[in-house]
């Protein structure tokens, strides 16, 4: 998950917003750990579960971590002015967004991990013509991990 949120982090462009998907322990904070360390983020990244938000801004572009394990439904989240808080230079990490169905905006990106075994089985999904630049730079990861 590491080395692909490394490969993915120079290709992901704001604005834009990313739905990770995935069972508990599947990796989906760890994504984004790696994903603000390849962005040249050096302090503590935190798993957002019980703040449910995370603000990161860069030089080069504002990460916003939205975690919603804990919520019980989407109103939960009308408190957090989540539109409030994205313009151009957002990019918008959310971890279970199933739970805030209705009150997210729609991902451009979705990543579902899931275990397989000892192994993730990774897969990715251009919902928008934002994230489909970010194909190819899957397609090649891939290609390279493999290999």
Known sequence: MAALAAALAGAMHAPLVCYLRGELGAGK???VRAM???LGYRGRVKSPSYGLLEHYPLKQVNIL???LYRIENAG???FLGIPDLIDSN???LVEWPERGAGALPEAD??????HVGQRRKVTFTA????AEPLLPVVRQFLNTFSS
Do not use: K
């Open 36 to 38: 603000l360390g390849a």
């Open 65 to 67: 971590h939205l975690d």
């Open 29 to 31: 904070t760890t994504f």
């Open 90 to 92: 957002t990019l918008l």
């Open 127 to 130: 919902v928008t013509p934002a």
């Open 76 to 78: 939960e989240l009308e």
């Open 109 to 114: 990106f979705m990543i579902h991990t899931e």
